[in-house]
């Protein structure tokens, strides 16, 4: 070894002083981003192998970690999922229970407050897109022709009758058709299915205003449905050479009904007025409640304690009562003086001549003067006799404290 050495001197020292200018270099110059070269070469050298450790490192300890996990906790990450499983399933049962609950509950409110006699039945399949088959045939008194509804709109028409089934053509079938009326401008036309999730109603003249989102009723004049019932939704108006061409979104079959009624006996209903949505709405100034007596009297009134303070001053001095003076007589504040509680009497008058105050502990008590006795006169002979009136009861009015 060390004879190679001392040949290959010359080389080994060149080699060593070319890396060690390397370094140097390497260590002096920076990229773009300020960092030197050395440190570049360092971090990408070194990246590599702590990846590899790193992964080896995080292998080992997820194979121990789920080899303890399994150990220690299967039985209970078993029971858990068993346990989220059966909830599952329970919810989704009363989810079910409720949504059937809320469907017979519209379904009994529909049938209380529509006119017609209705018969219910069940969906039991379907034969195409575009015709179902009932639970209920002639047997339940269902005869071709009749319609079928829900509390959403129509559903279409009975097309076939059989002893305990009966074949129901929807409203989306191109062979339905049925009278409409729209229910905010009253316009008349005739709805026919599409084959597709929208219905168009026909003969619409050019002009007559319909609106997006309008509602369409059925008109009656079908003799099939009753009037009043829903059809469905205006979704787009285009105005054409001779009539407008409406398509309407159907109400009633927009999800797939599971229960309907069957119109045994129609009887029309009224239309239900469109609710005005852009009527302005006017909100009346708050009046308190007896603002009006006191705009008569007092514009400038305030408040009530403020009125009752004017009452009492104004009392006090109709009495000659100094308020402050403690040698001032105590005023009665129940006593009527014209012009400040007494608005019936015309004029104030003199204080009797004969009334008295008396002042008690804490007010004071004014008495009527006394009356003179009623005289009576005795008739004479064949003749009839008047008597006087009694005299009034002497009124005395409850003391009321000073302020």
Same mark, same amino acid.
């Given at each position: 070894?060390?004879?190679?050495l001392?040949?290959?001197r010359n080389?080994?020292?060149?080699?060593?002083v070319?890396c060690?200018?390397?370094?140097?270099?390497?260590?002096?110059?920076?990229?773009d981003?300020?960092?030197?070269?050395?440190?570049?070469?360092?971090?990408?050298?070194?990246?590599?192998v702590?990846s590899?450790?790193?992964?080896?490192?995080?292998?080992?300890?997820?194979?121990?970690?789920?080899?303890?996990?399994?150990?220690?906790?299967?039985?209970?990450s078993?029971?858990?999922?068993?346990?989220?499983?059966?909830?599952?399933?329970?919810?989704?049962?009363?989810?079910?229970?409720?949504?059937?609950?809320?469907?017979?509950?519209?379904?009994?409110?529909?049938?209380?407050?529509?006119p017609?006699?209705?018969?219910?039945?069940?969906?039991?399949?379907?034969?195409g897109?575009?015709?179902?088959l009932?639970?209920?045939?002639?047997?339940?008194?269902?005869?071709?022709?009749?319609a079928?509804v829900?509390?959403?709109?129509?559903v279409?028409?009975?097309? =076939? @009758?059989?002893?305990v %089934? +009966?074949?129901?053509?929807s #409203?989306?079938?191109?062979?339905?058709?049925? $009278?409409v009326?729209s229910?905010?401008?009253?316009?008349?036309?005739?709805v026919?299915?599409?084959?597709?999730?929208?219905l168009?109603v026909?003969?619409?003249?050019?002009?007559?205003k319909?609106?997006? =989102? @309008?509602?369409?009723? %059925? +008109?009656?004049?079908?003799r #099939?449905?009753?009037?009043?019932?829903?059809v $469905?939704?205006v979704?787009?108006?285009?105005?054409?050479?001779?009539?407008?061409?409406?398509f309407?979104?159907?109400s009633g079959?927009?999800?797939?009904?599971e229960?309907?009624?069957?119109?045994?006996?129609p009887?029309?209903?009224e239309?239900?007025?469109?609710?005005?949505?852009?009527?302005?709405?006017?909100?009346?100034?708050?009046?308190?409640?007896d603002?009006?007596?006191?705009?008569?009297a007092?514009?400038?009134a305030g408040?009530?304690?403020d009125?009752?303070?004017?009452?009492?001053?104004?009392?006090?001095?109709?009495?000659?009562?100094?308020?402050?003076d403690?040698?001032?007589?105590v005023?009665?504040?129940n006593?009527?003086?014209?012009?400040?509680?007494a608005?019936?009497?015309?004029?104030?008058?003199?204080?009797?001549?004969?009334?008295?105050?008396s002042t008690?502990?804490?007010g004071?008590?004014?008495?009527?003067p006394?009356?003179?006795k009623?005289?009576?006169?005795?008739?004479?002979?064949?003749?009839?006799?008047?008597?006087?009136a009694p005299p009034?009861?002497?009124?005395?009015?409850p003391?009321?404290?000073?302020?």
């Amino acid at each position: 070894m060390e004879s190679l050495l001392y040949r290959y001197r010359n080389i080994t020292v060149l080699l060593v002083v070319l890396c060690a200018q390397l370094v140097l270099l390497a260590w002096q110059v920076k990229n773009d981003k300020d960092v030197p070269l050395l440190r570049v070469w360092a971090v990408t050298a070194v990246t590599p192998v702590a990846s590899a450790i790193e992964e080896v490192r995080h292998g080992t300890s997820g194979f121990f970690s789920n080899l303890f996990d399994r150990s220690n906790n299967g039985d209970q990450s078993r029971n858990l999922r068993a346990e989220m499983d059966r909830l599952r399933l329970q919810n989704q049962l009363l989810q079910n229970e409720l949504e059937s609950a809320q469907r017979v509950g519209a379904m009994a409110g529909f049938q209380a407050r529509t006119p017609s006699k209705l018969k219910g039945a069940r969906v039991i399949g379907g034969m195409g897109s575009r015709s179902i088959l009932l639970d209920q045939g002639t047997t339940a008194g269902i005869r071709k022709g009749m319609a079928v509804v829900t509390p959403d709109g129509i559903v279409g028409r009975v097309i =076939g @009758e059989y002893p305990v %089934t +009966s074949q129901v053509i929807s #409203v989306t079938d191109p062979s339905f058709a049925a $009278g409409v009326v729209s229910q905010k401008n009253h316009v008349h036309g005739v709805v026919k299915g599409q084959g597709t999730n929208l219905l168009k109603v026909d003969y619409i003249p050019t002009g007559i205003k319909v609106e997006v =989102g @309008e509602v369409f009723y %059925t +008109s009656g004049e079908d003799r #099939v449905f009753p009037k009043g019932m829903v059809v $469905g939704k205006v979704s787009s108006v285009a105005e054409g050479a001779t009539f407008q061409e409406v398509f309407l979104l159907p109400s009633g079959v927009s999800t797939a009904p599971e229960e309907v009624f069957v119109v045994i006996d129609p009887v029309h209903q009224e239309i239900p007025e469109a609710a005005a949505s852009d009527t302005p709405v006017f909100l009346a100034p708050n009046v308190p409640p007896d603002s009006s007596e006191h705009s008569e009297a007092d514009p400038h009134a305030g408040t009530q304690a403020d009125q009752l303070i004017d009452q009492y001053r104004k009392l006090g001095e109709a009495q000659k009562h100094q308020y402050g003076d403690i040698n001032s007589p105590v005023p009665n504040f129940n006593l009527k003086v014209p012009g400040v509680n007494a608005p019936g009497l015309n004029s104030p008058g003199p204080a009797p001549a004969g009334a008295t105050g008396s002042t008690g502990g804490t007010g004071t008590a004014v008495t009527a003067p006394p009356k003179p006795k009623p005289t009576v006169t005795k008739p004479a002979a064949g003749s009839t006799g008047t008597t006087s009136a009694p005299p009034p009861p002497i009124v005395t009015h409850p003391a009321v404290p000073q302020p």
